[in-house]
C-alpha cells in the first residue's frame, strides 16, 4: 500500500473534510468509520469516538445504507473495552437496520456479536440459538461465497457451543461443513487468515481439538494485534468489525 498507519489516518481525515465541504455526509461517515475501525489494531479504542461518529450517522444521514456497520463497530468497541452490557443495544438498533435479504452479511455478524457480548455477560443462550445461526450461515449461498467472512461467523458459534459444553461444539463442528469452509477461507484470502488461524490455535489448546492437522495452512498471513489479538486471546471470541 505504501502508506504508514499515520499517513492513512490524515488521508481518511483529509477525505472527511473533502466529503463535509462538499455536502456529501455519507461518505464522510465511512471514511470516519474507516479511520476509527485502524484503532483495533492497536492498544487503545476510544469508545467516546465510535459513540460520536453513530450519533454524526444517526442525525445527519438517518438513511445512510451503511448504518448497522456502524453500530456494529460502536457495540464491537464497548464489547472490547469491557461493558458487553452497553454492546448489546448497539447490536439491537443494528439488527433493526439489518433486516432486508440483501443485508444478510451484516445480520449474521451482528447477531455473533450479540451472542458473544451474551456469553461475556454470563447470560443463557440455548442451543437452538447457536443452530438458528449456523443454519443461517450455511444456507445461505451469498454468505457462503465469501468464505473468509463466513467461516469467521462460523467459527465464533463453535466457540460459543465448546463454551456451553465440548461435546455441543464437536457437535457442530461434524454437523456442518465448519472445516471445508476454513480451508476455503484460507484459500480465498491468505493473507487476510491472521485472525482465523489465532482462534484456531487457541481453540486447538483450550479444547484439546484437532481442527487443523488435515486443513493447507497458509504459511504467510497478517498477523493479528492490538486490542484484537488481546481480546482473542482472552476470550477466544473474534467480533466482526465492518470497513465501509
Do not use: W
Not at 490524515?10 to 465511512?30: K, P, Q, V
Not at 445512510?64 to 464489547?79: E, F
Not at 442451543?127 to 457462503?144: H, Q, S, T
Not at 461435546?167 to 487468515?193: M, T
Request: glycine share 4%; proline share 3%.
Amino acid at each position: 500500500e505504501g502508506y504508514t498507519f499515520d499517513e492513512k489516518i490524515e488521508l481518511l481525515d483529509a477525505a472527511y473534510t473533502i466529503f463535509i465541504e462538499n455536502g456529501m455526509e455519507d461518505n464522510a461517515i465511512y471514511c470516519k468509520n474507516n479511520k476509527l475501525v485502524r484503532q483495533f489494531d492497536t492498544n487503545n479504542v476510544n469508545i467516546r469516538e465510535f459513540r460520536s461518529l453513530q450519533e454524526e450517522a444517526i442525525h445527519n444521514v438517518p438513511g445512510l445504507v451503511g448504518m448497522s456497520h456502524i453500530l456494529n463497530n460502536t457495540g464491537v468497541a464497548h464489547l472490547m473495552n469491557g461493558y458487553p452490557d452497553e454492546a448489546i443495544p448497539f447490536f439491537d438498533k443494528g439488527l433493526d437496520y439489518a433486516y432486508r435479504p440483501e443485508r444478510c452479511i451484516q445480520k449474521v455478524a451482528i447477531l455473533c456479536n450479540r451472542l458473544i457480548a451474551k456469553a461475556y455477560c454470563f447470560d443463557k443462550i440455548t442451543e437452538n440459538e447457536l443452530l438458528k445461526v449456523m443454519n443461517l450461515i450455511f444456507d445461505n449461498k451469498e454468505l457462503l461465497n465469501i468464505p473468509f467472512i463466513s467461516a469467521r461467523f462460523a467459527m465464533n458459534i463453535v466457540v460459543l457451543a465448546l463454551a456451553q459444553s465440548k461435546e455441543f461444539g464437536v457437535f457442530l463442528l461434524e454437523k456442518y461443513p465448519v472445516r471445508s469452509l476454513i480451508q476455503q477461507a484460507f484459500n480465498d484470502n491468505i493473507l487476510g487468515a491472521g485472525q482465523l488461524m489465532l482462534q484456531l490455535e487457541i481453540v486447538e489448546k483450550q479444547y484439546n481439538l484437532h481442527i487443523l492437522e488435515k486443513l493447507n495452512l497458509p504459511n504467510q498471513y497478517i498477523k493479528t494485534t492490538g486490542v484484537k489479538e488481546e481480546f482473542l486471546t482472552k476470550t477466544g471470541y473474534n467480533p466482526f468489525i465492518f470497513s465501509t
